[in-house]
């Protein structure tokens, strides 16, 4: 009865405080919540089907970036179709409800929805809207299909695909042959941040970053970076340098620690970090250098594609001046219009358009009879 009184009087003093606190005085216009439901909707359609716009944009992109710089990925690639597929549950469960309205997707068979163009399923004569059936006479499961998909095709390789689809109502069969490209995943994140990374399982772009770049060779040069990370080792050699750190903290703690004082492991771990980011710039930096090089063997022209970075510079204005990882927009403009007028270089000697890495120029001294490199 106690804590009823007291809830009953909090309440009345919060009546209170509201009636006396001053409130807008427009008479605003009343929605009913029809109304807002409705262009709820509409406004969900809208954004679902502009996210698969800009994921077409950059299926394409990576798919070009991927398959053209597969010698690179070693024996990390996979065989690829140039196309991209969707069902209901491959959505997130909010958007579930009005897929078919906004994408045209059914439940029964994954769907086509988007396709790169001079891609194995474009040449097939593979279209949006298409709906799987089969892959040789296997039935195409309506879940799970991307994984499924990777699973059939590094089974059958490069090896034509008999691939039958329906096509309003009917059924055609359509002979597909896949181009091996870099096994790891390009995703697209909505994101408003103008970013992008990789973990090494995947490479992740971020909507925003879609809005800086103005051409496909823009963002080209941004999946470039991102697969050059995985081909260069920078993960593997970052990871190392943050081993040998931790192991000089921890006998720097381990003295301490003889001496009668416990730092907590508190060197192993700053020296951990100290490690891991010890050529964070120089990898940022070679990453755009090589990935500059993967647009380019991709059939793009680069020429401009440095002014990203003065358009990240408005996005991100710190940048400009110090960045602890990173290097500055300046620094990365200037590097890689030097980058550019290289490539550019090498296209009118009709020189291969492979990045100067000093394990190839030590390799090709050796051969030459030139002898260890000191």
Known sequence: MGRLLRWRGWGVLLVWLCSACAGPDAVVPSLTLGEIAEEKRRQEI???????????????????????NREFCEKWVIPQLGMFVATPPSL??????????????RWVRPTVISIVPDGPAAKAGMKDKDELVSFNEWKVPPT?????INAFLEENGEGPITIVVKREDEDITLTVTPVTGCAIPVLLETNPEPNAFTDYTKIVIQTGILRSTRTEADLAVIVG????????????????????????????????????ISTGGAFSGYLETAGMNAFSVAFELEADYVGSYYAARAGYDVSGAEEVWQRMSLENPSSIRKD??????????????????????KKAKNLPLTPDLKKRAEESQIAAGHGDIR
Do not use: C
């Open 324 to 345: 602890p990882t990173h290097p500055t927009t300046p620094v990365r403009y200037l590097q890689m219009r030097k980058v550019i007028a290289e490539i550019a270089e």
């Open 144 to 148: 799970a299909i991307t994984r499924w």
């Open 92 to 105: 997130p469960s909010k958007y579930r409800k009005f897929s078919r309205e906004a994408l045209g997707l």
């Open 225 to 260: 970076h991102e697969l050059a990370h995985n081909t260069m080792g920078h993960y593997h050699k970052k990871r190392m340098n943050g081993l040998v750190g931790a192991f000089s903290g921890s006998v720097i703690d381990g003295g301490f620690l003889l001496g009668g």
């Open 46 to 68: 809208a954004q679902l089907r502009d996210y698969f716009a800009e994921l077409t944009k950059l299926n394409t992109v990576a798919y070009r970036v991927t398959t053209a």
